[in-house]
């Protein structure tokens, strides 16, 4: 696991790429033959696309999307983020599940909903970049690349530049 490091002032400074290459050690370790990769969008989508080739496997990772079962709908209404897509069959699969932050635990709730209205797998598993507390529900990555502690009034987005790399921003909500 990556530890994070503090800039001027105190500010939080996480090396995506760094992340993202103790995510791949993680996810090989992980991966069986069987495995399949779902990301949730759009992060995570983001990181089961680079994972997916880094990985050398054949045709595209899912894609799922929460938006659909999210408890907080009557508030965010419906976004612009990516469908679900899944380019493999759910019945019977080992699916691992990828997220760029972990945080409340509402959103893998939502996207495990929409994951089972495709079928029924063997097993789901969650990867993600950054494990951040402050769980609401009782949800746990199977494998984290680094914890960082944050304060709600802080948010954690990964972005993703035109060649594909990866940084982290920390905004105040």
Do not use: C
């Not at 994070?4 to 939080?12: D, E, I, R, T």
């Not at 089961?48 to 907080?72: C, F, I, N, T, W």
């Not at 409340?104 to 797998?121: C, H, K, M, S």
Request: charged share 20%; net charge neutral; no cysteine.
């Amino acid at each position: 696991m990556t530890t994070p490091s503090f800039g001027p002032a105190g500010s939080l400074v996480l090396d995506a790429e760094a992340l993202y290459r103790e995510l791949l050690r993680g996810v090989r370790s992980m991966h069986t033959g069987t495995t399949r990769l779902a990301g949730i969008a759009s992060g995570g989508a983001w990181l089961a696309d680079r994972l997916q080739k880094d990985l050398g496997l054949e045709g595209p990772a899912g894609v799922l999307s929460s938006v659909m079962h999210r408890d907080d709908f009557a508030q965010r209404g419906l976004s612009a983020s990516a469908q679900t897509s899944l380019p493999f069959d759910v019945n019977g699969a080992d699916v691992l599940v990828l997220d760029d932050v972990l945080y409340t635990g509402r959103t893998i709730r939502a996207v495990l909903n929409e994951l089972f209205d495709y079928g029924r797998p063997a097993s789901v598993r969650l990867a993600v970049l950054v494990d951040r507390g402050g769980r609401e529900l009782p949800v746990q990555a199977d494998f984290a690349a680094a914890r960082v502690a944050l304060p709600p009034s802080q948010s954690l987005a990964l972005a993703r530049d035109a060649q594909g790399r990866f940084q982290f921003q920390v905004k105040e909500v």
